[in-house]
């Protein structure tokens, strides 16, 4: 990714992914080369709150702008498109809208879920379905004609399971109840154990009730989760047996209310987890999404998701189709 000046703020657009966990700024040029970017800590307004994520947003914007060699004057840029976590429900766009708007970055703004910067990372135009799963889990789907299916990520009250710190809460469950006789056996509880170098599960139980231990650090055990049932562990395979049918779940509801069952969707994975997870995990996802979707295209994303909301910038200024492959081509991951 190189970078160099442009023209001027209208050459340039704001690109920006805020996660639960880190955020990423692109600064990108129409023809879609990447002239500056930053990262930082997780910017989801629900987490936060609205004015500690606009603020870690503009830090990060003026940080991405001074690495791309271009002035701090407002308007930065023609446009900025911002997708975070943490917006589940139109109230909460309009809110953070509002609250960069206020910023003067741009001459254009959009907001919008993080789920659809995945969507249009990883997909040609984007539409299909795209499911994410880094702290958490969500997924959404745009059809041909415009028509979107969401779901509200609020945790368990929003119906949702299988996200990575759920995943480490699961491990670490099954492995306290091996220990003390309430679960089976597992090598979950050796793995538990090993992993935060304790004695025993009972000494990691102590130490995150008394905040030794940041709680989270139980996100951490979501590879060793994965880890342990490739080594043939049948507790641990029945948690990875159940997130799989999760991620396939979400994808085959939104197939079936876009009506997208008969075409040749694309279908997206993304997140932390689901690009950590490794093959076998996500060929038994994509059997699933098939017996619903025969001619679907299942791939776990290889450019990050600040990717797509580059693109959708892109887009919105009607930037040339080659920039947007450039861009693409660019930030590949190998």
Not at 23 to 45: C, E, F, K, N, Y
Not at 193 to 208: G, P
Request: net charge negative.
């Amino acid at each position: 990714m190189g970078g160099g000046m442009t023209g001027g703020s209208g050459d340039v657009v704001v690109a920006i992914d805020g996660g639960n966990s880190k955020t990423d700024v692109l600064i990108v040029s129409r023809d879609g080369r990447v002239l500056g970017q930053s990262r930082g800590p997780g910017a989801s307004p629900q987490n936060i709150g609205v004015d500690a994520s606009v603020q870690l947003l503009e830090k990060l914007v003026l940080e991405a702008l001074r690495g791309a060699g271009l002035p701090a004057e407002r308007p930065f840029a023609a446009h900025t498109s911002a997708y975070l976590a943490g917006l589940d429900f139109p109230e909460e766009e309009a809110v953070l809208h509002a609250a960069l708007a206020a910023r003067g970055w741009s001459d254009t703004l959009i907001v919008g879920n993080d789920t659809l910067a995945l969507l249009r990372a990883g997909s040609a135009d984007g539409t299909g379905v795209a499911v994410v799963c880094g702290a958490g889990i969500n997924g959404a789907g745009v059809s041909a004609d415009g028509r979107e299916q969401r779901f509200p990520a609020l945790g368990k009250i929003s119906g949702d399971w299988g996200g990575g710190y759920r995943l480490g809460e699961e491990a670490l469950w099954w492995a306290v109840r091996a220990e003390d006789g309430r679960g089976p056996g597992t090598a979950l509880q050796a793995a538990v154990t090993a992993h935060f170098k304790a004695s025993s599960v009972l000494e990691v139980v102590r130490r995150l009730h008394f905040e030794d231990l940041h709680s989270d650090s139980i996100h951490g055990l979501c590879p060793l989760l994965f880890a342990v049932a490739a080594g043939g562990d049948e507790v641990a395979q029945g948690v990875v047996d159940r997130f799989v049918e999760e991620v396939a779940l979400l994808v085959s509801v939104i197939l079936r209310r876009l009506e997208l069952t008969e075409e040749a969707p694309e279908v997206i994975l993304g997140g932390g987890v689901l690009t950590g997870v490794g093959a076998p995990v996500i060929a038994e996802i994509e059997r699933r999404c098939l017996k619903v979707a025969p001619r679907a295209a299942i791939q776990v994303v290889d450019v990050a998701p600040v990717v797509g909301a580059a693109l959708f910038a892109l887009d919105t200024i009607e930037a040339p189709d080659a920039a947007k492959l450039a861009l693409k081509a660019a930030t590949k991951r190998v």
